[in-house]
């Protein structure tokens, strides 16, 4: 079956960088004589049949802004047999005959089931910051998030050094590492403490003495948010209540889902925007767009639709020798 | 007296702008002929004896840096006229005869008892973030948190739109109104929380809600931290606990005291490190750069040890009417 | 007679911090139970008849764009007296009953004749990034276009240091010194040429080589546009010539115009946007917002339509002071 | 032979990011017990014997930094047998027994004779923003000078948009393709010369007449400087002469090679620099630090002697899809 009219939707957690996804795969489309329907809202504004024709317009001058013009939602009811039904049939009847999802693993498990249960043509393109999907290096947003936590850290680091502190600096990606490692990497943090440490909190604070011996005017922790945000506040007591060490807490929170994506987010997205058209007309569903060995690639949905983290833990070791 | 080796210190918060107030002191003292010691950790470090001999040199490549290359303190002892005493003693061993304090009411109280209790020559340059001291409309590094808080609502504007949220966002400032009032209009935010209003949360929750029927995609307050920082998390749980609102919180954090400093902040403290000099060269003392009307000009140092929220309080009429 | 539609264009270059300013207008006048038509691409869309009708969402997430929503542009028609006849027929033929005109000293001269030679009424807000027009300190634009400049020449200083090299950094303004007085005292520069400075190319090197000798890695010197861009390339090539000096050249140019405007233009043309509503729906016509002693107001509109040097003139000793 | 004492250089055009480099060089030899020499001004500052010992603190707080604590410079001297026997006496008199040297493929052509002359120990880092070597799929600078040129045209997007214009806009990287392919694809560019086009100026002037048709409102096109910059001037004067048509000129220069270095340049660099020492310390010479396949690794240093603009040259067709 040939298809004539793609819809494309946004789904879970924005990630700067899906505007150029979304741009691509309009222009590509319709460099392919092909159209394409906005979903608004995910799978949720899907079920409530929110839609809008994309023209070129539509996605005029939309590269360099974070978000996304599509909106995007997490949907429970999409979990549900019945409601992924009616979405097929929603779909169906606005004549769209193949669906392009941005998202994570959790959208993309909803996808794989359109394609089980009604062999609804589906692409996945990874979008989120977090950087935690199994078989791709890359999920679009990850560097616009590391970018805006580097430069809060710099910022941070100003009036650590100005005031000879010891700050906690709490970073996003919930189980995933990634943004962690890559974030102390790049500001010459003096420790990093992953999502599942149990936190050595008498060697955080030898650490931080050691600094201070050896002449070190500030110390710069990153903390991996983990499962639930806030565990930089239970460090920080800790540290003060058994050691009387004064630490200061920032939780960098949500400046790092929005503004405008950087070079590579941009480029990845662009590049994966593209192939997913092309992956669609050209019958090989269903897939998803993937970075890997450094290239942008299509690979099996399948091997996408789990949690992975094992992009940055190999780079721990070169953490903690630059640390020192 | 002639004044012929200038003290410099850096008291309080840092702010940034502090480095081009210290390099213009160093530069004009220099091309009139007068040596400068740099007096590293504010009194705390003066009364530790922790000096450094300033040359143009030291100031080089310093005008683009937050933070403050000789690093600041709060001193609970400078409070006791003893150690004030002994400050004198060291200053004067050190055979320096004016000195020159960058910092923000509190530490210019300390400089005040410096002159009536020894008549050892002071010249004060305001520098907090806050811009809440009495008789000046600006103060060093006010800008730079302003626009800093500004660019990371721009981003949280992205992610909030995205998902049609609500978020709270609190900026810095303690008890002053002008960080919040200023982002608050610089970013169209739809609703600012001063320091001290009581949270009217049926007001916050019809204006919300009205937003979202005239079709608002989203909603963001700015909270200004007020006396203990973390005060929207209260309200995040009286919104969604009463009014069943999810609203998010971003607390902005010590990022807004950090970075670049923006133009003005190097601008203004640039002229006010060069009054500064001039002021105790001429024997202009106890005195404060200010800026009234627009101007920097000097003014008596008793007019700015009390703190004062009086910048911008004039514009919550003009916050109100552009949130509509 | 009462205002009950007010149109709204911008003329000449365009200036970060128009759209708040065309935000501000449709804000307060909504508020005011006022309709505001757009007027596109200035006075030529005016003759054109380019409107479009301005609502809450047309001014929807614009205050952090650069450029300008109605765009811009220059019209020579607009100079002759039966054009601006059309222009008036057109406006009452659409019900537009005042006028509101963001742009220079030569957008304010048209509308000046609008109201000497139809009563039509008219406010004026100054937005241009060269800060050259009489009677106002401020002219929308400005600092963004200042602080893009100081970023680039931060980074420039990189390079020049790295290689221990002189740069001429060439920043906009035409015949206005602003810019380059502002930028020179912001980013440390060695010199700044001024737009009507016959330039002394002995002294240039003179002080270009006593830098060198003190130790100095690098020299920047800033040198304003003036009438026509690029005059920087003939001092490189005198100083090559007579001097063998060797200086790289960096031409700003429109980067200066573009990006989000920073905090002051974003709060200074809000207040405009404000004001200028006011003003129409009070009768205070012809008017134009200006900042005198630092503070937002009206003045009579004969007193902006010229260009004046004014604002920064006073700082180049400072200037000098401190790049010794 | 057990290398003791690691000298270190930069040598050519200066790039974002190899102040990361020199700090993991001096971060892992200590922490594995070795001396590190710094070498100022590369092998001009070799030849004069230009050293500095490096300790933790001479890397403290530059891993955000611009540009190279280190200097740089270009020695044609060093291309003759004579100065580099010196060069080798020099550096065994210093009790230095291996060299990593930050550059481009010139530069490693000066380290391979070392080795070939004098069985020196060598490995290269490349540093480059033009992203030109042979056997790399990366140099350090090359993201953070695209980032610069990124944000350059996102502003002048602003203004073109707000004035419908067509801009040149020239970037740097000579005859590599590497940065305009890039920028071209990241800012949604209508057209990208890239340095070897003979351009047609016929195909330019349809290509924009037909966005202007379809109602673009600007067009940027994103101008390789080629050997020689400036050629935009010669398009800007042939599209006025022969087809009327108005491009105004933006030159990006000097920012591209400045700023603070963005994640993958601090990333990578770091990753660099440890390895450089890893395999000096492992007798793994001479080599050079490589990206292959998206991973940093080691090759030998006679693969990266010479130029390629292989890196971005496969995505010009994606740019032309999506500029359609």
């Known amino acids: ?8 939707l946004c789904s879970g957690g924005d990630s700067p960088g899906m505007n150029c996804a979304i741009r691509a795969v309009v222009r590509t489309a319709i460099s392919r004589g092909i159209q394409v ?22 996605v005029g001058n939309i590269i360099q802004r974070g978000g996304t013009i599509l909106q995007t939602s997490r949907s429970p009811e999409f979990q549900k047999v019945e409601f992924r039904k009616k979405a097929v049939d929603i779909l169906r ?13 959790g959208s993309f498990n909803g996808a794989m089931a359109l394609w089980k249960e009604h062999q609804f043509p589906v692409v996945g393109i990874p979008g989120t910051i977090d950087n935690d999907i199994s078989n791709t290096e890359y999920t679009i947003g990850f560097n616009t998030a590391v970018q805006t936590a580097i ?11 100005s005031h000879a502190r010891t700050f906690l600096v709490e970073v996003m990606g919930r ?75 920032a939780i960098l929170g949500h400046i790092q889902r929005g503004g405008s994506p950087v070079a590579d987010d941009r480029f990845i ?56």
Chains 1, 2, 3, 4 share one sequence.
């Open 1 to 8: 079956m040939t298809v004539k009219n793609i819809g494309i």
């Open 269 to 324: 997205a662009s590049q994966m925007g593209n192939m997913a058209v092309e992956a669609l007309l050209g019958g090989n569903v269903p897939s998803v767009t993937v970075v890997q060995k450094g290239k942008v690639l299509m690979t099996d949905l399948a091997n996408c639709t789990t949690k992975a983290d094992h992009n940055y833990i190999e780079y721990s070791g070169l953490a903690e020798t630059l640390s020192i």
């Open 93 to 105: 009847a606005q004549h769209i005959d193949g669906l392009i999802i941005i998202g994570g693993d």
């Open 175 to 249: 189980n995933s590492s990634a943004i962690a490692l890559k974030v102390g990497v790049c500001t010459g943090a003096e420790n990093i403490l992953l999502p599942h440490d149990k936190v050595n909190h008498q060697k955080l604070v030898d650490d931080i003495n050691r600094g201070i011996a050896r002449g070190k005017e500030s110390s710069i922790i990153i903390v991996a948010e983990g499962p639930v945000a806030g565990r930089s506040y239970d460090i920080q007591h800790v540290l003060k209540d058994m050691y009387h060490l004064d630490a200061h807490v």
């Open 151 to 161: 430069e809060a850290v710099d910022r941070i680091r100003d009036t650590a050094h």
């Open 37 to 58: 329907t906005g979903i608004k809202r995910g799978y949720a504004g899907l079920l409530r049949g929110e839609f809008m024709q994309m023209n070129l317009s539509s």
